[in-house]
């Protein structure tokens, strides 16, 4: 009977919570994906790619640091605040110059409550 019991207030408890959004206070950096797949692309090819980000915060956000993990992944960042809900773009260029499957890796950090966020870009450079 007290599994029972039990199992009702659980059940009870979960429905009650069901379909409430916990609500962000302050700004929250969203992109679209953590990972940036370049696929196979040709040496010497075009290597600027963007990737969306969007706060889904209450306050404003501000991006203060991109950076990639080396001279061959060059990303820029918005430097104006994003406003709760508008949607901006990260550029994200790698030197396509080296044949060869390459995983690098930009950091973002922001005033956001997720104030640092990776994105790993991931492809392989074709003769």
């Given at each position: 009977?007290?599994?029972?019991?039990?199992?009702?207030?659980?059940?009870?408890?979960?429905?009650?919570?069901?379909?409430?959004?916990?609500?962000?206070?302050?700004?929250?950096?969203?992109?679209?994906?953590?990972?940036?797949?370049?696929?196979?692309?040709?040496i010497n090819?075009?290597?600027e790619?963007?990737?969306?980000v969007?706060?889904?915060?209450?306050e404003?956000?501000?991006?203060?640091?991109?950076?990639?993990?080396?001279?061959?992944?060059?990303?820029?960042?918005?430097?104006?605040?994003?406003?709760?809900?508008?949607?901006?773009?990260?550029?994200?260029?790698?030197?396509?110059?080296?044949?060869?499957?390459?995983s690098?890796?930009?950091?973002?950090?922001?005033?956001?409550?997720?104030?640092?966020?990776?994105?790993?870009?991931?492809?392989k450079?074709?003769?």
């Amino acid at each position: 009977m007290r599994f029972i019991t039990t199992f009702f207030w659980l059940l009870v408890f979960s429905i009650s919570s069901f379909g409430q959004e916990e609500k962000i206070n302050g700004a929250y950096l969203s992109i679209e994906s953590d990972t940036l797949n370049y696929g196979e692309i040709r040496i010497n090819s075009n290597g600027e790619r963007s990737i969306k980000v969007v706060n889904t915060g209450n306050e404003p956000l501000l991006i203060n640091f991109c950076k990639g993990s080396c001279g061959c992944t060059v990303p820029k960042c918005p430097n104006t605040k994003i406003l709760p809900g508008d949607v901006s773009a990260i550029k994200i260029v790698y030197e396509t110059t080296k044949v060869g499957e390459f995983s690098k890796t930009v950091t973002i950090k922001s005033n956001a409550i997720n104030n640092t966020v990776y994105i790993k870009i991931i492809g392989k450079v074709m003769p």
